[in-house]
């Protein structure tokens, strides 16, 4: 009874503290690292919108959109926002069914928004591409051609997350997202690969709030 009452090593009782100290750490890190991800996303799209506003707001010599001036084409416009938010919404949905324990049904779906995010930048990088303005023929045409490849670039980001996640979600058993993994191990890489997940609905949802942003500002205002 003595030696089944025994205290383990000072070795062991200090690695799995250890262990239990990084894995806040990567919760804490993905919870963080999201809210700074918007901050500097605000940032970087942020200084687009306002040169939008203030170039237009000055109009110089008539220049932010002369008259004659062929714009981006609407339906194209429309079709990048529609993918993106359609990829956003249905991401949030199957989230939902992840959390209730369909593993499978979060990973078709995530593919598919997957697929609808790369659909949106093969739009876009075709749009830059063929559009009827060369990028220093107006103020509106600079900001859009400036603006255009950094938004594509970031959603390009978000599909590389996105796929990580899903080839993260392929490795877990399904079973795990039912019921409590049997070992210390297992239940902390479920819970960082939520953390990692929760992390990026949030990012991928601003986003999507941002295409409809752009969308307004370069087909609807301009």
Do not use: C
């Amino acid at each position: 009874m003595a030696e089944a009452a025994a205290r383990p090593p000072e070795d062991v009782i200090r690695e799995a503290e250890e262990q239990g100290f990084q894995h806040e750490a990567a919760l804490n890190s993905a919870w963080a690292g999201s809210r700074l991800a918007l901050g500097a996303l605000t940032f970087l799209l942020g200084s687009f919108v306002f040169a939008f506003f203030y170039l237009r707001s000055l109009n110089s010599h008539g220049m932010w959109y002369p008259a004659g001036f062929a714009g981006p084409r609407q339906w194209s416009g429309a079709l990048i926002m529609a993918f993106v938010v359609a990829s956003a919404v249905l991401q949030s949905l199957v989230l939902e069914r992840l959390k209730a324990g369909h593993k499978t049904s979060w990973i078709l779906g995530a593919s598919l928004a997957l697929a609808l995010g790369l659909g949106a930048i093969g739009v876009q990088v075709w749009q830059l591409l063929n559009e009827p303005f060369y990028p220093g023929s107006s103020g509106f045409a600079s900001v859009f051609t400036g603006a255009t490849p950094v938004f594509v670039m970031t959603i390009f980001g978000a599909m590389i997350w996105l796929e990580i996640l899903i080839v993260a979600a392929a490795k877990i058993p399904g079973i795990f997202f039912v019921e409590q993994p049997p070992t210390y191990a297992e239940a902390f890489r479920l819970q960082r690969f939520q953390a990692r997940l929760s992390a990026f609905t949030l990012v991928w949802n601003y986003l999507a709030a941002v295409a409809v942003l752009l969308w307004i500002l370069f087909y609807l205002v301009h």
